[in-house]
């Protein structure tokens, strides 16, 4: 019997969680040959998912000889939970399923072993239309698992959501109130989120149309980012016309990671910004992180950064008459 390891993202969110549960499932299904390992961080969000097979962590792994391997939502080198264990299995035996690309250190495996469309709105999307191509019937509770995983990397289908996306949720053996109860269950906030959305700050150095949001958790383990993926977060740290950009920094540590929003009406790059804070993303809404940094210095590089793309950009408030953002396009 040859061990096949499944492994995700730190910091699980839904859609790594889903991806990984379905995928170890279709695999120990499908091929009797294999033994199937999930060699995962834990997550608070497991309470939301059906199913909950069995899961190890990378200490517990370290001894296990795996034949193969195959990485779940995740495509950049450092963010891979226990990538030094895949590091020990030969490239060609590597594989992998993702709707991330173009990251600064991509992980090793073979182009044919791949599976990556940055188009799609979350992996769980990608198994659902793998699933359908090839006529495998998909259970309640995994349909209930890919359901989730594109309700959360799409905040309950608000953003990123495709034509693909709706035909995939469409395909999914689930009835509209079975739908809603998901969803329902998905934005409910568990105790230790209501917890930190009560101690998100507004930091009181001012920039311009900056709106800067902390948490500074001094915790060395354990991620909470995952935690702070809800909608009520996202509502909390929204930009708005008075402020059109909005940074979240989510401090664990000395490890800080930060969220960039701005308002569509406002065109201050906000990817650029973000690229330079070590991420990346999208137009309205990007990310990025600092390892083993300090507050006062993420805080000056986000402040300056924002000034240099401020400075570049044509953004102004409308409501806000003779208040400007940036320079004035000419005319
Ligand atoms: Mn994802």
């Given at each position: 019997m040859k061990k096949i390891g499944i492994f995700t993202h730190k910091g699980c969110d839904l859609d790594a969680l889903c991806s990984t549960e379905s995928m170890a499932k279709i695999i120990e299904e499908n091929y009797s040959n294999l033994e199937v390992i999930s060699i995962i961080q834990d997550s608070f969000?497991?309470?939301?998912?059906?199913?909950?097979r069995h899961f190890i962590t990378v200490e517990e792994a370290r001894d296990i000889k795996l034949d193969y391997i195959l990485v779940c939502d995740v495509n950049e080198y450092d963010r891979v939970y226990g990538i030094e264990i895949i590091e020990k299995v030969p490239k060609e035996n590597r594989y992998q399923i993702d709707?991330?690309?173009?990251?600064?250190v991509e992980l090793e495996i073979p182009q044919g072993n791949k599976i990556i469309q940055?188009?799609?709105?979350?992996t769980c999307q990608i198994i659902t239309e793998k699933l359908t191509e090839k006529q495998i019937p998909i259970s309640k509770d995994m349909a209930y698992n890919l359901y989730l995983g594109m309700a959360s990397d799409t905040s309950g289908f608000n953003y990123g959501v495709t034509e693909k996306t709706i035909e995939m949720v469409e395909k999914l053996p689930l009835t509209e109130v079975e739908k809603e109860e998901a969803l329902r269950k998905m934005i409910e906030l568990t105790d230790q989120q209501k917890e930190l959305l009560g101690k998100i700050e507004e930091e009181e150095r001012k920039t311009e149309g900056l709106k800067i949001y902390k948490l500074l958790e001094p915790?060395?383990?354990?991620?909470?980012t995952p935690l702070v993926n809800a909608n009520q977060f996202q509502e909390r740290i929204a930009a708005t016309e008075e402020n059109p950009v909005s940074c979240f920094i989510i401090g664990i540590g000395n490890n800080y990671f930060i969220k960039l929003r701005k308002i569509?009406?406002?065109?201050?790059?906000i990817v650029s910004m973000a690229i330079k804070c070590n991420g990346g993303g999208h137009e309205t809404r990007s990310a990025g992180r600092f390892y083993n940094d300090t507050y006062e210095n993420v805080l000056a590089t986000i402040i300056s950064e924002y000034e240099q793309e401020r400075g570049k950009a044509s953004c102004s408030?409308?409501?806000?008459?003779?208040?400007?953002?940036?320079k004035i396009k000419p005319q």
């Amino acid at each position: 019997m040859k061990k096949i390891g499944i492994f995700t993202h730190k910091g699980c969110d839904l859609d790594a969680l889903c991806s990984t549960e379905s995928m170890a499932k279709i695999i120990e299904e499908n091929y009797s040959n294999l033994e199937v390992i999930s060699i995962i961080q834990d997550s608070f969000l497991r309470e939301k998912i059906k199913g909950n097979r069995h899961f190890i962590t990378v200490e517990e792994a370290r001894d296990i000889k795996l034949d193969y391997i195959l990485v779940c939502d995740v495509n950049e080198y450092d963010r891979v939970y226990g990538i030094e264990i895949i590091e020990k299995v030969p490239k060609e035996n590597r594989y992998q399923i993702d709707h991330h690309d173009g990251n600064r250190v991509e992980l090793e495996i073979p182009q044919g072993n791949k599976i990556i469309q940055p188009k799609a709105a979350a992996t769980c999307q990608i198994i659902t239309e793998k699933l359908t191509e090839k006529q495998i019937p998909i259970s309640k509770d995994m349909a209930y698992n890919l359901y989730l995983g594109m309700a959360s990397d799409t905040s309950g289908f608000n953003y990123g959501v495709t034509e693909k996306t709706i035909e995939m949720v469409e395909k999914l053996p689930l009835t509209e109130v079975e739908k809603e109860e998901a969803l329902r269950k998905m934005i409910e906030l568990t105790d230790q989120q209501k917890e930190l959305l009560g101690k998100i700050e507004e930091e009181e150095r001012k920039t311009e149309g900056l709106k800067i949001y902390k948490l500074l958790e001094p915790i060395e383990n354990g991620d909470i980012t995952p935690l702070v993926n809800a909608n009520q977060f996202q509502e909390r740290i929204a930009a708005t016309e008075e402020n059109p950009v909005s940074c979240f920094i989510i401090g664990i540590g000395n490890n800080y990671f930060i969220k960039l929003r701005k308002i569509p009406e406002c065109d201050i790059d906000i990817v650029s910004m973000a690229i330079k804070c070590n991420g990346g993303g999208h137009e309205t809404r990007s990310a990025g992180r600092f390892y083993n940094d300090t507050y006062e210095n993420v805080l000056a590089t986000i402040i300056s950064e924002y000034e240099q793309e401020r400075g570049k950009a044509s953004c102004s408030i409308p409501q806000q008459k003779g208040k400007h953002i940036g320079k004035i396009k000419p005319q």
